[in-house]
């Protein structure tokens, strides 16, 4: 059985983040009335200038494991890894975590294995979205870093959290380069499909919808995370299905809806579609990959897809 770290308890003072794995909490949410634990790697090298990185599990909330596929890279390259832990004691469903808490009242319709009701949250105070420059203004706090920015990595429920947090962040937020990998569905920038699968009715505008295409996300995706992947429960039903029968197509749907978005708004997009070939649903070998293209040799990595007017230089 593996040890996992028990966090410190939340203070109003930043907690002292060592050398080497940890953990600690913070109150986060309207008020501090929510608190969040969060699993951190600081690396022997690190520097007042070194990279944060801020990685999402995956369904099974696993941030400890998360944070581990991370440590050799952070090594390598000085880099901060912080995982925030969502339990599903607190965050049971999906809609708590992979929808960061924007729909509530859920009703499942087991025969047509869908969304039979729900209330679209509009106080974005519930949401989870905030709670991430929170953790990265108590990290930097914690270690005198003087990094004005910093990246995220989302694997399968983690990407879902991820592409809809580059959609739905505040216009403050200082998160730069957004990877979110395998996600199982998404919510597609399509007027005409209800949130949230589509942008109807969602707690967003054109204006913020342009903001969000101007933001560094990546569509992550295993080049075998396909109809052959049997990792992962992967859900079906006439609305996730309609994006593809698996998670590469329904990536690939995504990016190029979003595309095709971007266009008929008239704005550029900074959003790019990467495949890495050769794998699938794996959280661990997709880090490695993210690794390789966030402070690697991106050229490694595989196919690239850049949005229109980009820029260059689970489940």
Known sequence: ??????????????????????????????GGSREVAVYYHRPRSLQENSRVLI?????????????????EAA???GVLVLSPHYPESRYPRFWNYNLAGMIADVVIDPDAQALAGYRIVTDRGQWLIDDIDR????????????????????????????HRFAMFADDGTRADRILASNSGWYTVPDADARF???????????????KAFARRLVVFLGGSDDANEKRGDLVHGPAPDRQGLHRLARGKYFHGKAMEAATRM?????????VVPGVGHDPGRMAQAAAR???GQPSEIGAVEPGAGADTAGD
């Open 196 to 210: 949230p699968y589509g942008l109807a009715d969602a707690p967003i505008q054109p204006p913020q919808l342009a």
């Open 266 to 274: 008239g704005v550029a997009s900074r959003w790019t579609l990467v």
């Open 55 to 71: 990685v999402l599990p995956g369904a099974g909330r696993n941030a400890w494991d998360y944070r581990d596929h991370w440590i």
């Open 1 to 30: 059985m593996k040890l996992v770290e028990r966090p410190s308890p939340p203070d109003d003072a930043p907690p002292l983040l060592r050398a080497g794995s940890g953990a600690f909490s913070l109150s986060v949410g309207p």
């Open 135 to 162: 953790i990265f203004d108590q990290a930097v706090r914690a270690t005198g870093l003087k990094t004005p920015r910093y990246d995220l990595f989302g694997h399968s429920a983690g990407g879902q959290f991820l």
């Open 293 to 295: 293209y966030l402070y």
């Open 75 to 77: 090594e390598r390259s």
